[in-house]
């Protein structure tokens, strides 16, 4: 993985240099639900910019497969629109023609064995004409319950075994599974045709570059390493909030709720992340072996009602638009039980940790989108500042601004002038659009390219999988008995009980 600070100072054990890009060797891509939103606002562009970026080779194939009755050129005008409408980087006739000779379309549906045929034709004809040399990787964007089939398919067929000296993968799009039974369930299949290595799950919050930068803000810098921990950190605060409701994914979204949407992935991906110890390399293993540790160290505190929270949004405003609530949301059940907004709080059994809470929340149809990771430290114990002088001294925070604004914020309290000794907190910020030239690739992008690597460090393993549904399964159950979530107004920062989970410890939310 080209983490800009964590180049291995042992040429031996990592010979690449990392500031070096990284080019995909001879290969393709065969798609699967290229008429989802997915594929068309982030995969499809996401090729294209890779293409752009030079980070492809002239011998790559992009393959739809799809039930539509399309030929070549509908799907090659489908992967167009969706370039020229979402793709980060400018359009260019070079790169697009390139790319889009190398495009091919099969029809069929996931179960029919003739489509797979045909798939296998053009993945062997690609291989011949466009030298594909046999590398291929299957991605998965399509509903979980479609996998199994998927796969089967991609073995009866014999698309799912490589050649001697190449290469078969597949990437799955979480969720997976929808606790930690069906999870199982779902690797079983998986891995009864695919070896470990081979399978790739996209969790996209780790292809963001404020993610990746973790690594290097907390092993690459001597500052904050000796004061992250509990003799100094109070609390940890990773925030996920979107303004936007579900939009037109009622189908899936209803039943799954926000728990599972981005808990299960993304928040407790960032908290492994924040919280694990230094791996002893960035490699697949070593990364993974971390998080996984710092994951079982983990716990929910046992009065779920006290420590969590969750809300489904209601009426309010978004922007200065008046917008319904969830349950006037087009396909979800007036009496749907499903929660927009979840919180938890984690307590991670370990030396560094034991005693600081993580907080963890996410919701929609909040009052605006901001992804961040808060550490919030524990109060300055100066007697002059708390006794003397009357002054409340503020918690110093340093906070991890993931999204949208990029950046990370030191937040410390500073003298106001020309006062006896106020003391008023202010900030100290570093934004990336002011430090470096280059924007930052979108997380499809990064993933794509490390997919058709096989470079695997930041693709979670199943155990992770497991791991991240043993600390969720009790709360959803326990959720599950609790009937209609609280309504919280759109627009607001979430339900009144996640206040109250907050006060019950002397604790308030930051208001990003
Ligand atoms: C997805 C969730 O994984 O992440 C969506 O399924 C959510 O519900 C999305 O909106 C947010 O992604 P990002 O990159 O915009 O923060």
């Known amino acids: 993985m080209s983490l800009p600070a964590a180049q291995s100072a042992n040429p031996l054990r990592d010979p690449r240099d990392r500031r070096l890009p990284r080019i995909a060797g001879s290969c393709g891509l065969v798609m699967f639900g290229v008429t989802g939103d997915l594929a068309r606002k982030k995969l499809m562009p996401a090729v294209y910019d890779l293409a752009n970026r030079g980070l492809l080779p002239p011998a790559f194939a992009l393959t739809g497969f799809a039930r539509r009755e399309w030929g070549r050129e509908d799907f090659e005008n489908v992967v167009y629109e969706s370039v020229k409408q979402h793709a980060r980087t400018p359009f260019r006739e070079e790169t697009w023609e390139q790319l889009s000779s190398g495009i091919r379309f099969v029809q069929g549906t996931f179960d029919d064995p003739a489509a797979f045929e045909r798939l296998r034709e053009t993945v062997e004809e690609l291989d011949a004409e466009r030298g594909t040399d046999g590398n291929h990787a299957f991605y ?39 606790n930690l039974e069906s999870a199982d369930e779902l690797d079983a299949i998986v891995s009864e045709v695919f070896p470990p290595d081979a399978v790739f799950r996209i969790d996209h919050y780790l292809g963001k570059e404020t993610v990746q930068n973790l690594l290097a803000l907390r092993f690459a810098n001597q500052l904050f390493e000796p004061i992250w921990n509990n003799q100094y950190i109070d609390h940890v605060q990773i925030t996920m909030a979107e303004d936007i409701g579900i939009g037109s994914r009622a189908g899936y979204y209803d039943g799954i709720g926000q728990a599972r949407d981005v808990i299960q992935n993304h928040l407790l991906q960032l908290f492994a992340l924040t919280a694990m110890e230094e791996p002893a390399t960035f490699d697949a293993h070593d990364l993974r072996l971390e998080k996984e540790k710092v994951l079982r160290a983990a716990s929910v505190p046992r009065d779920i009602s006290a420590h969590t929270a969750r809300g489904q949004y209601a009426a309010g405003w978004r922007g200065g638009e008046l917008v319904g609530g969830f349950l006037d949301e087009d396909g979800i059940a007036p009496d749907s039980e499903t929660e927009t907004y979840a919180a ?166 930051r208001r990003p």
């Open 140 to 178: 998965l964007s399509i509903p979980p319950s479609a996998f199994p089939q998927v796969v089967r398919s991609l073995a009866d067929s014999g698309l799912s075994a490589p050649r001697e000296g190449t290469w078969r993968r597949v990437v799955i799009e979480k969720p997976f599974g929808h």
């Open 344 to 509: 938890i709080r984690l307590d991670v059994r370990n030396r560094r940790w034991a005693g600081t809470p993580f907080y963890l929340r996410a919701g929609k149809r909040l009052g605006r989108r901001v992804t961040e990771i808060a550490l919030v430290f524990k109060k300055a114990p100066s007697p002059y500042f708390q006794e003397i002088a009357g002054t409340d001294v503020g918690n110093n925070a340093l906070v991890i601004r993931v999204q949208p604004d990029e950046g990370v914020t030191l937040r410390f309290g500073s003298k106001v002038p020309g006062t006896a000794m106020e003391v008023r907190d202010v900030t100290m910020d570093f934004a990336y659009g002011n430090s470096f030239t280059e924007s930052s690739p979108e997380a499809y992008e990064r993933l794509i390219l490390d997919v058709l690597l096989g470079d695997p460090p930041l693709f979670p393993r199943h155990e992770e999988v497991q791991l991240s549904w043993k600390l969720l399964d009790p709360v959803l159950e326990h959720w599950s008995r609790q009937g209609q979530p609280e309504p919280y107004r759109s627009g607001t920062w979430g339900p009144v009980g996640a206040d109250l989970m907050m006060e019950r410890d002397g604790r308030t939310w």
